[in-house]
C-alpha cells in the first residue's frame, strides 16, 4: 500500500490499517472507505470521531448495499463525520441516517482575478490573468500608514493551546487540534505537502495556514477583536501573495469575521460547507441540536491534505 495511504489515514507502514475500511468478496476488494480517526470537543467533554472519506464501490457491485456495509462498520466503530461528499455518496448517507450541521462559508480571496473569472466568467479569464487585483495595492497602503501586526512566525512547540481553548464556544463543535495533529495536518510529508506557518500574538491572535503551489490556505484562525483580524488578515493576504499565492481559501461561521473578510476582497462562496454526521453515542445525540455549529476549518478537510 502506497505510503500516502498510511499517512493520510493516521496509520503505521508496514502495519494493519484500521482506518481505512475494505470491502471483499471472495479476493477481491470491491469497495472502501477511509475514516480518519480524531476527536471533537462539544460542551466540554471530548468525543472520539472518525472522518469519513474516499468512498468507492465497484461499479459491479454499487446498489448491492455495499456502502450501507462500510457505514455500518464506521458507525459501530465511533461518531461519523464527513463533508462536502460526491452528490451520489451524499443520497446514501442520507439514507442511511446522517444528519446534516449548520456549517461555515466558503471564502476565497483572488489575488490573480482569473481564479475569480475562472468560476465566473471563464471567457475573460486570459485578460484578467495580466491584471493587479486593486485592492492588494489598498491593503499595502494601510499597512504602510498603520504598520504591521508584527504577529511572529512560532515553532509547533510555541502554540498557546491553553489560550485557544479559551476562545472555544462551549455549545458548538470543535475538532481537537492538538500537537500531533498539527504535526500531521500541517508538517512536511515528502514532496506531497510543504510545512505549513503558525502566526501567534501573544493572548491576541493565532493563525495557522499552508501554500500549496498557488493556492493559500487558512486552516486555523483565532482572534480577540476585529481590529487584531483585520489587521492579520491583511497581513497573511500580503504575505501569502509576496510568495506567489494566486488564491486563498478560508472558512468562518462567525458575522464579524465574513463581513471584514468581504471588506477585505474575500469573495464569499455560492454555498456552505456541508457537514453531515452519524452517531450511535447516546450523550453526543443527546447534547448535539439541529442549530448545533461545527466550527469546521480548512485542516479538517480532506482540501488541506
Known amino acids: 500500500m502506497p505510503h500516502y495511504i498510511y499517512w493520510k489515514f493516521r496509520g503505521e507502514r508496514g502495519k494493519s490499517l484500521p482506518s481505512f475500511i475494505l470491502a471483499v468478496v471472495g479476493d477481491e476488494v470491491v469497495g472502501q472507505l477511509g475514516v480518519v480517526p480524531g476527536e471533537v470537543k462539544f460542551k466540554d467533554k471530548l468525543f472520539e470521531v472518525h472522518w ?3 468512498l468507492m464501490v465497484s461499479s459491479d457491485y454499487r446498489g448491492k448495499g455495499i456502502a450501507n456495509m462500510l457505514y455500518t462498520d464506521a458507525v459501530n466503530r465511533k461518531i461519523v463525520f464527513a463533508s462536502d461528499v460526491s452528490p451520489s455518496a451524499a443520497v446514501s448517507m442520507a439514507r442511511f441516517g446522517f444528519r446534516e450541521l449548520p456549517a461555515p ?10 481564479t475569480l473569472t475562472d468560476k465566473v466568467f471563464p471567457r475573460l479569464s486570459k485578460l484578467a490573468r495580466y491584471l493587479p ?4 495595492w489598498l491593503l499595502r497602503l494601510q499597512k504602510g500608514v498603520r504598520g504591521g501586526l508584527n504577529a511572529i512566525e512560532i515553532d509547533e512547540a510555541q502554540i498557546d493551546y491553553s489560550w485557544i481553548a479559551k476562545n472555544h464556544i462551549s455549545d458548538r ?5 492538538d500537537a500531533a495533529h498539527y504535526s500531521w495536518r500541517l508538517g ?3 514532496d506531497f505537502q510543504q510545512k505549513g506557518l503558525f502566526l501567534q500574538v501573544k493572548e491576541t491572535c493565532f493563525a495557522a495556514i499552508r501554500i500549496s503551489g498557488k493556492l493559500g490556505l487558512i486552516v486555523d484562525f483565532y482572534s480577540i477583536d476585529n481590529k487584531t483580524t483585520k489587521r492579520v488578515l491583511r497581513d497573511i493576504i500580503l504575505l501569502m501573495n509576496e510568495r506567489g499565492v494566486e488564491e486563498i481559501k478560508f472558512l468562518s461561521t462567525h458575522p464579524e469575521i465574513i463581513l471584514i473578510c468581504k471588506r477585505l476582497g474575500f469573495v464569499p462562496g455560492r454555498s456552505h460547507v456541508d457537514i453531515i454526521y452519524c452517531s450511535k453515542n447516546e450523550e453526543f445525540n443527546r447534547l448535539v441540536k439541529d442549530d448545533t455549529i461545527f466550527e469546521y476549518t480548512l485542516i479538517d478537510c480532506d482540501e488541506s491534505i
Open 105 to 114: 462559508t466558503k471564502l476565497f480571496y483572488p489575488i490573480n482575478p482569473s
Open 173 to 177: 463543535i470543535y475538532a481537537v487540534h
Open 52 to 54: 469519513a472519506c474516499d
Open 133 to 136: 487585483n486593486p485592492m492588494l
Open 188 to 190: 512536511a510529508f515528502e
